[in-house]
């Protein structure tokens, strides 16, 4: 494997899951946003994502976002240059984000994301042609063009390849997009608890994108905070990292990921990534066995690689 390639971080601590975000919303503080803002330019993010929406930790009603955008948005945008990324399933919360977002500052806003699930797909995509944004599409979701709010999970890469492929035609045809304006993300499951194939699905599905002349160019991010979670939290970022390596070798090239942790690539002769692929490839269906059962053997695999970083 050669080194990998760089990965672009989509800033991801405007977020109330951080205990940071979520003291900064309950005070409506916006000198705590702007310090957020900053650290993550400093730390050389590409993008800023602008996620208030509530957690299990906070519940956080949907007008008292639309009446904070106005502050928040110009706050962010005086802080630092580097365009946002808006994070929101909700028509109004993007429309009130673009209203807002002063164009002429950093470069073209993401609009995260677009779905299967959505039920307003033909007014975000609207916004997208208005306001001329970037655009991230969940590929995991299956998606048959008029079906708009009906979905279900994608369980094989060449689901995700048809979801990508539907996603980047609608976006020409009807906004106007080029490939580079637009991001795909082909899902992240949790790799300790993936008993469904999902990681394999996601990196193979980047693959065969990336193969697509129609497709070529466009770009593709994780939510990366996902993939380690529940293991043990020495090894937690390193796994992270070793999965950038392997994702960047089959087109990844952009993340939402904590900057904090030093989201970038491990060096392709690191022993963890061969680890990892060792763990994933145990994880691929043999002869006729179920998912399932290939998915306990990746499990397994991650448990061997977590089992000297458990106290």
């Not at 050389?44 to 904070?68: A, H, K």
């Not at 466009?218 to 043990?232: D, K, R």
């Amino acid at each position: 494997m050669s080194n990998p390639s760089k990965i672009n971080i989509i800033g991801d601590i405007i977020n109330n899951a951080y205990g940071r975000a979520r003291k900064s919303w309950e005070a409506r503080e916006i000198e705590g946003y702007q310090k957020l803002a900053q650290s993550q330019a400093e730390d050389g993010c590409q993008y800023l994502d602008v996620n208030i929406d509530g957690t299990q930790s906070i519940m956080v009603r949907q007008q008292e976002m639309i009446d904070f955008i106005p502050t928040l948005i110009p706050a962010l945008q005086e802080a630092t240059d580097v365009p946002l990324c808006f994070d929101n399933p909700a028509y109004i919360f993007h429309k009130t984000c673009m209203e807002n977002y002063d164009f002429s500052k950093g470069g073209k806003p993401i609009l995260n994301s677009i779905a299967a699930s959505r039920t307003e797909i033909d007014e975000l995509l609207a916004l997208v042609k208005k306001y001329d944004t970037k655009v991230l599409v969940m590929a995991s979701e299956r998606y048959l063009e008029g079906t708009s709010g009906d979905s279900g999970q994608c369980f094989s890469a060449d689901e995700v390849y048809q979801s990508a492929k539907v996603f980047v035609k609608i976006l020409k045809d009807k906004t106007g997009r080029i490939n580079d304006d637009i991001i795909i993300d082909p899902g992240l499951a949790p790799v300790g608890a993936d008993t469904y194939g999902l990681v394999n699905m996601g990196l193979d599905a980047m693959k065969m994108i990336t193969e697509d002349d129609e497709m070529h160019g466009v770009h593709f991010s994780v939510g990366l905070s996902n993939f380690a979670w529940g293991t043990p939290k020495l090894i937690r970022h390193e796994l992270e990292r070793a999965y950038l390596t392997l994702g960047s070798a089959v087109g990844l090239d952009m993340a939402l990921a904590n900057s904090e942790k030093n989201p970038t690539p491990l060096d392709a002769s690191d022993p963890l990534i061969a680890q990892l692929k060792r763990a994933l490839d145990a994880g691929r269906v043999v002869g006729d066995e179920s998912q399932e059962d290939a998915g306990f053997r990746q499990a397994e695999g991650i448990l061997d690689i977590c089992a000297a970083f458990i106290d």
